[in-house]
C-alpha cells in the first residue's frame, strides 16, 4: 500500500443540484470514517464496556481496545488495489509514554457487538499474536491530543475490498493510555482513508470517457470528498443536551423605569458569573506539571486539586446572596457516588495565573471549608448545581472568589470524575460553551415584595450548539 499526503488530495468540481455527483476515475480521494461499534475488554473480566465514553489499552491490568469500521461506505470502491492510504485518529486523555500496537483482526471475528463482548467471551482470534503489525502509535503521548498511526493492513492485493474490518489497539506498557470512545461526542476516533477510482480500460467504439456516478445523489453543490483531517474531529454525533439550566435569558434585562414617576429599582438580581480561570494541579511526579490550558479538569483522589475564580464585581456588596458552583461533568468512573470537598482561599493578597500553576507553584494559602458535595454515576453529560452557601463580598480577597475542589476519598480509580474547564470552548468550538459558572442569588428580606428574577449574564456571549 501507497501513502499520500493531504496535498495530494484532488477535490473534484461541484455539480447542480438537479445533476448526480461526479467522480472522476484515477482522482485521489479522502474519506473519514467513524466506528460502528468500540469497546475494550479488561483481563478475565465479565462486564462489557462499549456503553463507556473511554477505549483503555494497558498492560498492568490487561486492557485491549477494539474498533469496527464499515468499509462498504466507501463509494465505489470494491477492490483493495484501490486502497492508497490508511490511518487511525484517536485522541488521548491521559499521558503515557506509548500510544499502542495497532493489528488488523481477522476477518472471521468481526462479529461482535460492542454491549455485549468481554475478555471471558470473546473469542479466540481477538487474542491472536501479529508478529507484523498494521500500524503502531508514536512513544510520549499526551493528554487532550490528537494522536495518528499509520496503517498497513495485511489485504491480499486487489482482491475484493471487506465489508467490515477490526482494528485492535493493544500496549506492553503499565502505565497505559486511555482514548475517548465513540461515545465521547466530541472527539469521535476516525478511520481515515485514501482512495482511487480505477480508470477504466478504453473501448475503440467509445465515444466519451467513462466516469463513475456516486451512490446517492447530492442536493446541492458540495465536493465529493471530504476535506484533510484537522485537529478537531470532523464528524461529531449530534447531541442535545436536555438537563441544562438555562445560563442565558431571551430578552434583555432592563432597567428603565416602567413609568415616567417611577424610579429605577435597586433590588438586585440572580446573577450568572462565568468562571474568569481555572485549572487542576497534580502532587507526587506531576507536581510541577502544568494543566491551565486542559479542556477538561479531571478529578481523582486526593492528590489532585481544582482551582477556579470568580469575579464577583459584579455583586452588590451591601447584599447577601446565595451562592451555586455549576459545572458540566463529561465523564464519571464506576463507583456510584464520590464526595468533593469544596472549599476558598481566604489569603486577601493570594494570586496565580492558570497558564503556569502547578502543584508545588500553588503553595498553602490560607483556605477556609465550606463542606462537602457528592457526584454520582448518573451525573454524567450533565451540568450540575451545587449549594455553596451565603457569603459576604466582603468574604472574599479584592472582588476574586477562589474556590478549590479536592476528591475526599483516597484514590481508588473508580473515584474519578471529569469535568469541562474554561478552555473547553476553543478545543471544541462546534458545541456550545459551558465554562464552570457561579450562580449568584441575592437573599432578600421575606417581608419584601419581589417580582420574578431576571437572570442576567455579565462577560459571557450567548453560544449557540451547532448540530452536525
Given at each position: 500500500?501507497?501513502?499520500?499526503?493531504?496535498?495530494?488530495?484532488?477535490?473534484?468540481?461541484?455539480?447542480?443540484?438537479?445533476?448526480?455527483?461526479?467522480?472522476?476515475?484515477g482522482?485521489?480521494?479522502?474519506?473519514?470514517?467513524?466506528?460502528?461499534?468500540?469497546?475494550?475488554?479488561?483481563?478475565?473480566?465479565?462486564?462489557?464496556?462499549?456503553?463507556?465514553?473511554?477505549?483503555k489499552?494497558?498492560?498492568?491490568?490487561?486492557?485491549?481496545?477494539l474498533?469496527?469500521?464499515?468499509?462498504?461506505?466507501?463509494?465505489?470502491v470494491?477492490?483493495?488495489s484501490?486502497?492508497?492510504?490508511?490511518?487511525?485518529?484517536?485522541?488521548?486523555?491521559?499521558?503515557?509514554?506509548?500510544?499502542?500496537?495497532?493489528?488488523?483482526?481477522?476477518?472471521?471475528?468481526?462479529?461482535?457487538?460492542?454491549?455485549?463482548?468481554?475478555w471471558?467471551?470473546?473469542?479466540?482470534?481477538?487474542?491472536?499474536?501479529?508478529?507484523?503489525?498494521?500500524?503502531?502509535f508514536?512513544?510520549?503521548?499526551?493528554?487532550?491530543e490528537?494522536?495518528?498511526?499509520?496503517?498497513?493492513?495485511?489485504?491480499?492485493?486487489?482482491?475484493?475490498?471487506?465489508?467490515?474490518?477490526?482494528?485492535?489497539?493493544?500496549?506492553?506498557?503499565?502505565?497505559g493510555?486511555?482514548?475517548?470512545?465513540?461515545?465521547?461526542?466530541?472527539?469521535?476516533?476516525?478511520?481515515?482513508?485514501?482512495?482511487?477510482?480505477?480508470?477504466?480500460?478504453?473501448?475503440?467504439?467509445?465515444a466519451?470517457?467513462?466516469?463513475?456516478?456516486?451512490?446517492?445523489?447530492?442536493?446541492?453543490?458540495?465536493?465529493s470528498?471530504?476535506?484533510?483531517?484537522?485537529?478537531?474531529?470532523?464528524?461529531?454525533?449530534?447531541?442535545?443536551?436536555?438537563e441544562?439550566?438555562t445560563?442565558?435569558?431571551?430578552?434583555?434585562?432592563?432597567?428603565?423605569?416602567?413609568?415616567?414617576?417611577?424610579?429605577?429599582?435597586?433590588?438586585?438580581?440572580?446573577?450568572?458569573?462565568?468562571?474568569?480561570?481555572?485549572?487542576?494541579?497534580?502532587?507526587?511526579?506531576?507536581?510541577?506539571?502544568?494543566?491551565?490550558?486542559?479542556?477538561?479538569?479531571?478529578?481523582?483522589?486526593?492528590?489532585?486539586?481544582?482551582?477556579?475564580?470568580?469575579?464577583?464585581?459584579?455583586?452588590?456588596?451591601?447584599?447577601?446572596?446565595?451562592?451555586?458552583?455549576?459545572?458540566?461533568?463529561t465523564?464519571?468512573?464506576?463507583?456510584?457516588?464520590?464526595?468533593?470537598?469544596?472549599?476558598?482561599i481566604?489569603?486577601?493578597?493570594?494570586t496565580?495565573?492558570?497558564?503556569?500553576?502547578?502543584w508545588?507553584?500553588?503553595?498553602?494559602?490560607?483556605e477556609?471549608?465550606?463542606?462537602?458535595?457528592?457526584?454520582?454515576?448518573?451525573?454524567?453529560?450533565?451540568?450540575?448545581?451545587?449549594?455553596?452557601?451565603?457569603?459576604?463580598?466582603?468574604?472574599?480577597?479584592?472582588?476574586?472568589?477562589?474556590?478549590?475542589l479536592?476528591?475526599?476519598?483516597?484514590?481508588?480509580?473508580?473515584?474519578?470524575?471529569?469535568?469541562?474547564?474554561?478552555?473547553?470552548?476553543?478545543?471544541?468550538?462546534?458545541?456550545?460553551?459551558?465554562?464552570?459558572?457561579?450562580?449568584?442569588v441575592?437573599?432578600?428580606?421575606?417581608?419584601?415584595?419581589?417580582?420574578?428574577?431576571?437572570?442576567?449574564?455579565?462577560?459571557?456571549?450567548?453560544?449557540?450548539?451547532?448540530?452536525?
Open positions: 500500500m501507497g501513502s499520500c499526503s493531504a496535498a495530494d488530495v484532488t477535490e473534484s468540481n461541484t455539480t447542480e443540484a438537479s445533476e448526480p455527483n461526479v467522480l472522476v476515475p482522482t485521489l480521494l479522502l474519506h473519514s470514517l467513524p466506528p460502528i461499534a468500540d469497546t475494550f475488554l479488561e483481563f478475565n473480566g465479565t462486564e462489557a464496556f462499549g456503553m463507556r465514553g473511554r477505549l489499552v494497558d498492560a498492568d491490568i490487561e486492557r485491549t481496545s474498533l469496527k469500521f464499515d468499509l462498504s461506505s466507501l463509494a465505489n470494491t477492490r483493495t484501490e486502497i492508497v492510504g490508511m490511518s487511525l485518529k484517536l485522541f488521548s486523555l491521559t499521558d503515557s509514554p506509548y500510544g499502542g500496537k495497532i493489528d488488523l483482526i481477522d476477518d472471521v471475528c468481526n462479529d461482535w457487538t460492542e454491549n455485549y463482548i468481554t471471558n467471551n470473546a473469542p479466540e482470534c481477538f487474542f491472536q499474536n501479529y508478529t507484523v503489525p498494521s500500524g503502531e508514536e512513544n510520549n503521548i499526551l493528554a487532550y490528537w494522536n495518528e498511526a499509520v496503517l498497513f493492513p495485511d489485504f491480499d492485493f486487489d482482491t475484493v475490498l471487506p465489508d467490515l474490518i477490526t482494528l485492535r489497539v493493544t500496549s506492553t506498557y503499565a502505565n493510555v486511555t482514548y475517548a470512545s465513540k461515545e465521547n461526542a466530541t472527539a469521535v476516533p476516525q478511520l481515515v482513508v485514501y482512495y482511487t477510482l480505477p480508470v477504466p480500460t478504453a473501448s475503440p467504439t467509445s466519451a470517457p467513462t466516469v463513475f456516478v456516486s451512490k446517492a445523489p447530492t442536493k446541492s453543490p458540495s465536493p470528498i471530504e476535506l484533510p483531517p484537522t485537529e478537531i474531529p470532523t464528524k461529531i454525533p449530534s447531541w442535545s443536551p436536555t441544562w439550566p445560563y442565558y435569558p431571551t430578552s434583555t434585562p432592563t432597567r428603565n423605569a416602567t413609568s415616567p414617576t417611577s424610579a429605577p429599582s435597586d433590588t438586585p438580581k440572580t446573577i450568572i458569573i462565568p468562571a474568569s480561570q481555572d485549572a487542576m494541579v497534580r502532587a507526587g511526579e506531576f507536581s510541577d506539571n502544568r494543566y491551565g490550558k486542559d479542556p477538561f479538569i479531571a478529578m481523582q483522589g486526593q492528590r489532585r486539586k481544582a482551582i477556579i475564580e470568580f469575579d464577583l464585581s459584579s455583586v452588590k456588596p451591601s447584599f447577601e446572596y446565595q451562592y451555586y458552583l455549576q459545572f458540566f461533568v465523564y464519571v468512573a464506576s463507583n456510584n457516588a464520590r464526595a468533593v470537598t469544596a472549599s476558598y481566604t489569603q486577601q493578597d493570594y496565580w495565573d492558570e497558564e503556569t500553576i502547578s508545588n507553584s500553588m503553595g498553602e494559602p490560607t477556609e471549608e465550606i463542606g462537602w458535595f457528592s457526584i454520582f454515576k448518573n451525573d454524567e453529560n450533565k451540568m450540575v448545581e451545587i449549594p455553596i452557601g451565603n457569603l459576604f463580598n466582603s468574604t472574599v480577597s479584592g472582588n476574586r472568589f477562589i474556590l478549590t479536592t476528591n475526599s476519598a483516597i484514590d481508588t480509580g473508580g473515584d474519578k470524575f471529569d469535568f469541562r474547564s474554561t478552555e473547553f470552548s476553543e478545543r471544541f468550538d462546534s458545541l456550545a460553551d459551558s465554562p464552570p459558572t457561579l450562580k449568584a441575592p437573599q432578600l428580606e421575606e417581608e419584601e415584595e419581589v417580582e420574578e428574577e431576571e437572570e442576567e449574564v455579565f462577560t459571557v456571549p450567548q453560544v449557540e450548539e451547532e448540530v452536525l
